[in-house]
């Protein structure tokens, strides 16, 4: 194994030279005046890539889960109803934190491919004329499928059925990455972590939360200490953490910030659908097909891609490791053996991506796939010849 190959599975990313020197930091006393300094403007600068400016921002030490937790017993009651569509891994994995809480899950099933179900919640949430229902949930990015679901339909699935319930919005593989619009799509709480988009190690949930969220705070009786917003806002009102905070990780957060809008915001997003567009070139190319079961559902973080009748994609991403060096992603849950996912996300070029598509193709054609070597390839070349432009790299792997 190498560390010179870059991982294609999406999350934990690739972390840029920039960021790793970031996080390489001796301890530094997180009650010093320093610490503040540096904490509250990452706070700030956050709400720039959530979208909102009249949301708050709250980072805990934890990965993406955690932040999923925190959303739910900072805001609800135990036997409080919730809405959420299951569509692949990652809503899976909601909908079962959720029912371990003792919420009352109203579960919308949808086919694996698609989207969030947001005609079918406009229905359920007409339907629900006493207002039962506390809280919708949707998963922007499913990384288990390659989907990406249109969250603004699902505001307007609420604001069409004149529903108070709160929007809940798992943006883990998508924050940093595309274009997300807390603010304009009416999001409670939108749940990330760091080590997607942001592309540093994993280790901190952040959230961004709406001041209708914090309103609900008070009521919600569901036990929470470690994740209690109530502590974390107290302290971070005066700089601070109410336990010891991932220093190296928020130095870390400080640059990965500066290198994003360094880059720009909208750039990062045209990069990823560039990089995106020509992974799905390829995969067209090879004859293979894609879980997304349409266009506008196709995430420009990740794609999973079906094999062919008869092939296990356990035994492609296990070759492609241990042959060359590469993990690619594996299918998960109703996807494990017949799909394997291409993480393109976080910090990557045109050339990192092609030397993916070669080697995915490298291991297909060992195992007697029925792909023509260098199809793919030639096909995200072709696509990305044709829309590149020129630009000056500077020498720690950011983009200018
Ligand atoms: C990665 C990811 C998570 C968080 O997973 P953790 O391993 O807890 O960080 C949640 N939702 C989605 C869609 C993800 O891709």
């Not at 692949?88 to 086919?111: K, N, P, T, Y």
């Not at 989207?115 to 339907?127: I, T």
């Not at 940093?176 to 009416?186: K, L």
Request: net charge negative; aromatic share 8%.
């Amino acid at each position: 194994m190498t560390d010179q190959n870059p991982v294609f599975i999406p999350g934990p990313t690739n972390i840029p030279d920039r960021l790793l020197n970031a996080m390489h930091m001796q301890t530094r006393d997180h009650r010093a005046p320093d610490f503040v300094d540096t904490f509250a403007p990452v706070l700030r600068d956050c709400k720039r890539v959530f979208g909102t400016e009249s949301g708050e921002v709250i980072i805990f030490p934890a990965s993406g889960t955690g932040g999923w937790e925190a959303s739910i017993t900072n805001t609800l009651s135990p036997g409080d109803k919730v809405l959420i569509g299951r569509y692949g891994m990652f809503s899976h994995r909601w909908i079962d934190m959720c029912q371990r809480h003792g919420l009352d899950v109203q579960i919308v099933e949808c086919a694996w491919g698609s989207g969030a179900p947001a005609d079918k919640f406009a229905e359920v949430l007409l339907a629900d004329s006493n207002q039962e229902i506390k809280a919708v949930l949707a998963t922007h990015n499913e990384t288990a499928t390659g989907v990406k679901s249109d969250i603004k339909a699902v505001r307007d699935a609420l604001d069409s059925a004149h529903h108070p319930a709160m929007l809940f919005v798992d943006c883990v593989s998508s924050l940093a990455s595309m274009p997300f619009e807390m603010d304009r799509w009416g999001v409670d709480i939108a749940v990330s972590g760091s080590q997607k988009g942001f592309m540093l190690s994993t280790g901190m949930a952040i959230l961004g939360v709406s001041q209708k969220a914090l309103a609900a705070m008070e009521a919600a009786q569901l036990p929470r200490t470690f994740f209690d917003f109530r502590d974390m806002m107290a302290a971070n009102a005066s700089g601070g953490f109410p336990y010891t905070p991932p220093l190296q990780l928020i130095y870390g957060l400080r640059e990965s910030l500066d290198m994003l809008f360094e880059e720009g915001l909208d750039n990062v997003y045209a990069r990823h659908y560039r990089l995106a567009e020509g992974v799905r070139q390829a995969v067209r190319a090879w004859g293979l097909k894609l879980c997304a079961t349409s266009p506008e559902l196709y995430s420009d973080t990740v794609s999973a891609i079906y094999v062919p009748e008869g092939f296990d994609s356990n035994e492609l991403t296990a070759h492609a490791f241990n042959k060359y060096g590469i993990s690619f992603g594996i299918g998960l849950g109703e996807m494990n053996g017949k799909a394997f996912r291409i993480g393109h996300l976080g910090s990557l070029t045109d050339v990192m991506a092609l030397s993916g598509l070669a080697a995915a193709e490298m291991a297909m054609a060992d195992l007697n796939y029925p792909i023509e070597l260098g199809s793919g390839v030639r096909a995200a070349q072709n696509y990305y010849r044709s829309t590149a432009t020129k630009i000056a790299i500077d020498h720690q792997g950011g983009v200018s």
